[in-house]
């Protein structure tokens, strides 16, 4: 079955970048998302269709894809940006898969 | 406003049944597809089942042939029929709209999410 990989946690400091990663072998067929979720709330889409950006999300937040890896970046992280990410994507039948999920800290 | 809110959740036997509701609210729930995804307790997502706005159903492996997604649409509302439940189904389960993307690497993805519901498998 179709796997997105990412590593359980990132740590940063308040203000400087924190980059999660996101592997899968569709990667290069399937745009990447991602998904924010803080503790004891729903999941928030922070990143579409690999780079783009919803209204409303900082502009701190960005994406990036290359291969079978997709990328999300931070730059600047805040501490209201703890949280679990999610990336997402589908396999080539059109499965939906999530990553297992990044715990951020921000300390 | 556009919005979900599931109801349904609660503590049940192993072997039980129960039923999930998601009421739609600023949009029309036959009009899009629609899917339920859960979180247990510590746990990543994982997506269940999606209907689509023609009608067609799809379901995870775990819980192909017992659970049943639909929908009523006189109610805009989106249900998870979920029998012979698992400790394993204990989890908060989360109905979502999703978007399609029309393109080449397109697919489809969770735009809009409900706060949650929590099910309970034990005894």
């Known amino acids: 079955s179709y796997e997105l990989t990412q590593p359980p946690s990132v740590s940063v400091s308040p203000g400087q970048t924190a980059r999660i990663t996101c592997s899968g072998d569709?990667?290069?067929?399937?745009?990447a998302y991602w998904y924010q979720q803080k503790s004891g709330q729903a999941p928030v889409l922070v990143i579409y269709?690999?780079?783009k950006r919803p209204s409303g999300i900082p502009e701190r937040f960005s994406g990036s894809s290359s291969g079978t890896m997709a990328t999300l970046t931070i730059s600047g992280a805040q501490v209201e940006d703890e949280a679990d990410y999610y990336c997402?994507?589908?396999?080539?039948?059109?499965?939906?898969?999530f990553g297992g999920g990044t715990k951020l800290t921000v300390l | 406003e556009v919005q979900l809110v599931e109801s349904g959740g609660g503590l049940i036997q192993p072997g039980g049944s129960l039923r999930l509701s998601c009421a739609a609210s600023?949009?029309?729930?036959?009009?899009?597809?629609m899917s339920w995804v859960r979180q247990a307790p510590g746990k990543g997502l994982e997506w269940v089942s999606v209907?689509?706005?023609?009608?067609?159903?799809y379901y995870a492996d775990s819980v192909k042939g017992r659970f049943t997604i639909s929908r009523d649409n006189s109610k805009n509302t989106l249900y998870l029929q979920m029998n012979s439940l698992r400790a394993e189904d204990t989890a908060v389960y989360y109905c979502?709209?999703?978007?399609?993307?029309?393109?080449?690497?397109?697919?489809?993805?969770?735009?809009?999410w409900g706060r949650g519901t929590l099910v309970t498998v034990s005894s």
């Open positions: 979502a709209r999703e978007k399609v993307v029309p393109a080449a690497r397109g697919g489809w993805y969770f735009d809009l």
């Open positions: 600023g949009f029309t729930v036959s009009s899009n597809y």
């Open positions: 209907i689509y706005s023609g009608g067609s159903t």
């Open positions: 569709a990667l290069p067929k399937k745009y």
């Open positions: 269709e690999d780079s």
């Open positions: 997402y994507s589908t396999d080539s039948s059109g499965k939906r898969v």
